[in-house]
């Protein structure tokens, strides 16, 4: 790009700038140096490929979504918490946004992560454990008491069951009298990723893709601002996965259901704007600040160019963040706090929208009400005492992060090409199915985790307390332990809550969400009523358990 493109678009950006809401802040160096809100090439510096890096809010995004960068509006602090029943993780959320989180994100327990109740046989054992536990829209009400759901964005993480979750959370919403047409916030949804890494399914893709079109139509429709797909990559990379694969598939993924939407005669334009994405943010800082750059350019360059979207909202790829929980170690387990900075950084210096912190005890333990703390504090250290806040993207021409930012690109778009060429028919989707039914996926990921374990074992690859720098003079953590009466006291909670309630007007509810599954009605609706009479998660996916199956992956040697 010439000397004259170069200055043109500087005051393209320089216009926009000048547009955008600013917040009312110091941005100059501890030192009082005052700093301009972007930095580029000088006047009459003519660029290679300067276009590949753009302006900050100017397609393809390279350098983030907004020409103002975080002076605009910094990252959301949305610390993922979750353990024990509604009431527990309640008064942790409380502290949360006391303390100063702008959002929720919710983590459920294994059972409700698989659709069960607390009280199926296969649930023994694991009730509140890794998360909070849920059997009804009943325990959604004591997991928001207090917490107005139209004012505070919500994530949920949570794929298989995901859609009778949400209409859970819709029914404690209205039970506050919220306009559901201002929620805000987002649901992950996202089953491809499941059927990849992370295991958590119920039924076979197709009918897990029939209800997410269904859930994208209904909230287009209903719900404008929620998003009902976040797209996680994040479980891919801590499956084992190489930082280009954990992209790749990433990007994949959601171009597969940019296909869903348009075969449901979806607007792209329109629905492209409620996919979010959930990436990991791992320990090597350079490659994770080029991987998030290069997933933005990557986004916006396919979604104009493949799929005809046309908005500028619909060609952004707008993320949230999560620490590597995987680079946790459970010896000298304060390192974690170091780790988790750096990986923190990295997402920020990466554009991230929102960002969770792990806690230093997340690998032996859920956090304790210390070191979630210390998690937050981590997020607040850096956007109120470091500056980064202050330029928008500021490693920008750098000559190594635009090298590995085109690198991972490169690498990326060779495996879509691979990808697309599983099918049978060229379009992303039916590579992707093939990739799941061949076991492809899962293939690389073991041989990339293979290959990282070996130089682990050969000291080539090195973390302290681990494999070097062993010796230490710290004591054992004291960690939180969920009591064995938080399952006790669920499964005597909803045994009294399903004796309560009326039997006729749940089976109706059931009988009827049954036959919208039977036919090419919007399944919702019908879900919505089942929740409002109290089904339990339990009762609502084993009707459909029965209706479509359980899906069993092919064992593979």
Request: aromatic content about 8%.
């Amino acid at each position: 790009m010439d000397a004259a493109d170069i200055a043109a678009g500087r005051e393209r950006w320089q216009k926009r700038y000048d547009d955008a809401r600013k917040r009312d802040a110091d941005f100059t160096t501890l030192s009082g140096t005052s700093l301009d809100p972007v930095y580029g090439p000088a006047p009459g510096d003519t660029v290679t490929d300067f276009e590949r890096i753009a302006w900050p809010g100017e397609f393809p995004y390279t350098r983030g979504l907004y020409p103002t960068g975080y002076r605009g509006r910094t990252w959301t602090i949305r610390q993922f918490a979750g353990f024990g029943n509604a009431q527990q993780t309640n008064e942790r959320y409380k502290m949360i946004l006391a303390a100063g989180g702008g959002g929720l994100s919710v983590a459920f327990d294994m059972p409700t992560l698989m659709g069960r109740d607390s009280d199926d046989p296969q649930s023994l054992g694991e009730v509140g454990h890794c998360g909070v536990a849920i059997d009804s829209a009943a325990d959604m009400d004591v997991l928001f008491d207090g917490i107005n759901l139209q004012d505070v964005t919500t994530s949920m993480t949570i794929s298989g069951p995901a859609v009778p979750v949400f209409v859970m959370y819709l029914v404690a919403a209205e039970r506050q009298g919220a306009d559901l047409s201002k929620l805000d916030g987002t649901l992950q949804t996202d089953i491809f990723k499941e059927y990849i890494a992370q295991k958590e399914w119920l039924f076979a893709p197709e009918p897990h893709l029939r209800l997410i079109g269904d859930l994208m139509e209904y909230c287009a429709r209903e719900i404008p601002r929620y998003k009902p797909l976040s797209v996680s990559g994040y479980h891919i990379r801590e499956a084992g996965s190489t930082a280009a694969q954990e992209l790749a598939y990433t990007l994949a993924d959601g171009f597969g259901y940019v296909e869903l939407g348009l075969s449901r005669g979806l607007d792209v334009n329109t629905f492209a704007p409620g996919l979010s994405f959930f990436f990991d943010a791992h320990v090597d800082f350079f490659e994770e600040i080029a991987k998030f750059r290069a997933a933005r350019r990557i986004w916006a360059r396919h979604l104009r160019d493949e799929y005809g979207a046309t908005s500028e909202k619909a060609l952004w790829l707008k993320f949230h963040t999560q620490t590597a929980g995987v680079s946790l170690t459970a010896q000298q387990p304060v390192n974690n706090v170091v780790r988790t900075a750096v990986e923190a950084l990295a997402a920020v210096l990466g554009g991230t929208n929102s960002l969770h912190t792990n806690a230093l005890d997340e690998t032996l333990a859920l956090p304790t009400d210390e070191s979630a703390e210390i998690a937050l504090r981590t997020q607040q250290v850096l956007m109120e005492e470091t500056g980064v806040t202050n330029v928008a993207d500021p490693l920008g021409g750098s000559w190594y992060v635009e090298a590995l930012t085109d690198r991972i690109e490169a690498e990326a778009e060779e495996i879509f090409a691979r990808i697309r060429d599983l099918g049978h028919d060229g379009t992303m989707t039916s590579g992707i199915l093939r990739g799941i039914e061949d076991g492809w996926f899962t293939a690389n990921i073991a041989e990339a985790a293979f290959t990282y374990q070996q130089a682990l074992e050969k000291n080539e690859k090195r973390i302290v307390g681990v494999n070097v720098h062993t010796g230490t003079v710290a004591k054992d953590l004291e960690i939180l332990r969920v009591s064995h009466e938080v399952e006790v006291a669920q499964k005597r909670e909803l045994g009294e809550r399903k004796a309560d309630r009326d039997p006729v007007r749940v089976q109706q509810a059931l009988t009827r969400l049954v036959e919208a599954a039977r036919t090419d009605e919007n399944m919702i609706p019908a879900m919505l009523d089942a929740a409002r009479a109290e089904a339990t998660l339990g009762e609502i996916c084993g009707v459909l358990k029965d209706e479509w199956g359980i899906y069993r992956e092919p064992a593979r040697f």
